[in-house]
């Protein structure tokens, strides 16, 4: 059974940067998509970006120029840095495996979330 | 970046009840929407994805439809553990973005 886990500061003042892992267990990271959404406290859910295990990354354009993703075969992990935050960061942020079929698109496994509090 | 406009936006239903949950992207995205249900405290779940094709494992009472702009997803007969928010997710075009949500909500 595949499961994936969030892990992380909950707390990050603002200017600095936000940095997340998910350690994926069950199944190696290789072959796969991998992405991050994040969810504002009451709010809707906002796509953050994914990358293919082989490098290939695609971003929120809004959040492009703060956002890095990367992966760790070895720790069979990838992560998120988000610089410079602002409260406007805040958010219950998850990771999940996306699926590719057929020009269609899915994340078809979620961690379970942690929140990231921004605040001095 | 498209907009995703679902509605109702809270729904009040019974145990039973046949449930209906609309999705409207400003643009058409063909068949490029899929269907996620989040319960209270958790994470979201996969139900549909390429608009009308059920994720595996999940339950015969869940149905998509739709293509182009306009989407629905359709529970038969509504069960305790359906109590939750529901969210379209459009992969067409990025950025991908999500409906605002519809909560369905005990009457």
């Known amino acids: 059974q595949v499961q994936l886990q969030e892990s992380g500061p909950g707390l990050v003042k603002p200017s600095e940067t936000l940095s997340l892992t998910c350690s994926v267990s069950?199944?190696?990271?290789?072959?796969?998509?991998w992405g991050w959404i994040r969810q504002p406290p009451g709010r809707s859910l906002e796509w953050v970006g994914y990358?293919?295990?082989?490098?290939?990354?695609s971003y929120h354009p809004s959040l492009e120029s703060r956002v890095t993703m990367s992966l760790d075969t070895s720790k069979n992990q990838f992560s998120l840095r988000l610089s410079s935050v602002t409260a406007a960061d805040t958010a219950v942020y998850y990771c999940?495996?996306?699926?590719?079929?057929?020009?269609?698109?899915?994340?078809?496994?979620w961690g379970r979330g942690t929140l990231v509090s921004v605040s001095s | 970046a498209i907009q995703m406009t679902q509605s109702p936006s809270f729904l009040s239903a019974s145990v039973g009840d046949r449930v209906t949950i609309n999705c409207r992207a400003s643009?058409?995205?063909?068949?490029?929407l899929g269907w996620y249900r989040q319960k209270p405290g958790k994470a979201p779940e996969l139900l549909i994805y390429?608009?009308?094709t059920l994720h595996s494992g999940v339950p015969s009472r869940f149905s998509g439809s739709g293509s182009g702009a306009d989407f629905t997803l359709t529970i038969s007969s509504l069960q305790p553990e359906d109590f939750a928010t529901y969210y379209c997710?459009?992969?067409?075009?990025?950025?991908?973005?999500f409906g605002q949500g519809t909560k369905v909500e005990v009457k």
């Open positions: 990358m293919f295990y082989i490098g290939r990354t």
């Open positions: 643009e058409g995205i063909r068949s490029n």
């Open positions: 997710l459009q992969d067409y075009d990025y950025p991908w973005t």
């Open positions: 999940a495996r996306l699926r590719p079929h057929w020009g269609y698109w899915y994340f078809d496994l």
């Open positions: 390429a608009a009308s």
């Open positions: 069950g199944d190696s990271i290789s072959g796969y998509y």
